[in-house]
């Protein structure tokens, strides 16, 4: 049984298929962790030339992404809360907009106990505000200027799917991630443990240093510390490190 379905409202659904068709996210599709619906609102106007945008009332730069296309395409798509369409699913309709709640690992782990997440993918100048009345919440990637939202909304899926049991194959590849640590020895209230994975951490922790072959290099040498098989040691280097 899938886990997690994302639904992904853009008028460019070339990006979304082409980051989606590749890696980690593709073989959890594969695998049948996660499905990905990519949707094209355009598909859903009423205007003859496929316009979804048009300008502003009261005059001002720009143009602004009309109401009707992305209503009826939720609606389509059965993402509605309201009227005759009901769902048992546990989902959030969440439209990617700078003035959102800020995404972090945090989110992350909420929108991962979801069964559904639909994106909403803005453009040009922003949304006709009555759309906000058909969402969940509003969300930002960071304080920064895109042309769109399908990046954001990419970040967003696949830092989600990284925490649905399966997807990374190998389930403690997570488990010392930059930000995870912080996160689950908070929360868990983890003791510490001579094992370097349930160290107490502070939250937000970094990942610390990594070192692989070869041992020496360009005489920049791997610390002795973690050539030394004192694991409680290796273990005490690598908190102070990602502190």
């Not at 594969?30 to 300008?55: C, M, P």
């Not at 143009?63 to 209503?71: E, F, G, N, R, T």
């Not at 009826?72 to 309201?82: E, S, T, V």
Request: aromatic share 10%.
């Amino acid at each position: 049984m899938m886990d997690m379905r994302f639904d992904i409202l853009t008028i460019f659904p070339d990006v979304i298929y082409n980051y989606c068709s590749e890696s980690i996210l593709r073989r959890a599709q594969r695998a049948g962790l996660i499905e990905i619906g990519v949707h094209n609102f355009r598909d859903y106007t009423t205007d003859k030339h496929k316009r979804v945008d048009d300008t502003p009332y009261g005059g001002g730069a720009g143009m602004v992404l009309q109401v009707q296309p992305i209503y009826d395409c939720l609606k389509d798509i059965k993402a509605l809360k309201h009227k005759n369409i009901k769902t048992t699913a546990k989902q959030r309709v969440v439209i990617l907009d700078p003035a959102g709640k800020k995404f972090d690992q945090r989110l992350a782990e909420k929108f991962s106990k979801l069964d559904r997440l639909i994106l909403i993918c803005g453009r040009y100048q922003g949304f006709d505000e009555r759309i906000y009345e058909f969402v969940d919440e509003k969300v930002s990637v960071g304080d920064f200027v895109l042309s769109g939202g399908e990046l954001p909304a990419l970040t967003i899926v696949e830092a989600v799917s990284r925490l649905i049991p399966g997807v990374l194959g190998n389930e403690e590849s997570k488990v010392g991630e930059t930000f995870m640590k912080g996160i689950r020895n908070k929360e868990k209230g983890v003791k510490a443990r001579s094992d370097s994975r349930s160290l107490p951490l502070a939250p937000y922790s970094f990942e610390y240093p990594l070192y692989t072959k070869p041992e020496d290099f360009m005489g920049k040498k791997v610390p002795k510390i973690l050539l030394s098989g004192n694991h409680k040691k290796i273990a005490e280097w690598r908190q102070i490190k990602s502190e």
